[in-house]
């Protein structure tokens, strides 16, 4: 499975991004999908998960309410719509595939894609 994010860049405090991941290589539909971010000097950490058919989503307690995962199976792609953006959001963001056991451990998700750069001034 390949994995690609886009849709990261350089935005103002409180404004909003889209994150795109699209996925190559298997039946997308057969798999959970989760983001996490990574900040300089930081251990990577959970953001959202969606299962397979999009029913169930989950979020890292400090992005609820401001972030929300998507995905849309016939496109092969999962979204991350990032609204208020703060300076604390700024990361290199990373989607993956897996997290059906333990959505919140690194260790449970299997394919990574390279990440895509967001960066919020203040």
């Known amino acids: 499975v390949q994995l690609v994010e886009s849709g990261g860049g350089l935005v103002q405090a409180g404004g909003s991004l889209r994150l795109s991941c699209a996925a190559s290589g298997r039946t997308f539909s057969c798999f959970d999908l989760g983001w996490f971010r990574q900040a300089p000097g930081k251990e990577r950490e959970f953001v959202a998960f969606i299962s397979r058919n999009g029913g169930v989503t989950y979020y890292g307690d400090s992005v609820k309410g401001r972030f929300t995962i998507s995905r849309d199976n016939a496109k092969n792609t999962v979204y991350l719509q990032i609204n208020n953006l703060k300076p604390e959001d700024t990361a290199v963001y990373y989607c993956?595939?897996?997290?059906?056991?333990?959505?919140?451990?690194?260790?449970?998700?299997?394919?990574w894609g390279q990440g895509t750069q967001v960066t919020v001034s203040s």
């Open positions: 993956a595939t897996g997290g059906s056991s333990h959505y919140r451990r690194l260790d449970d998700y299997d394919y």
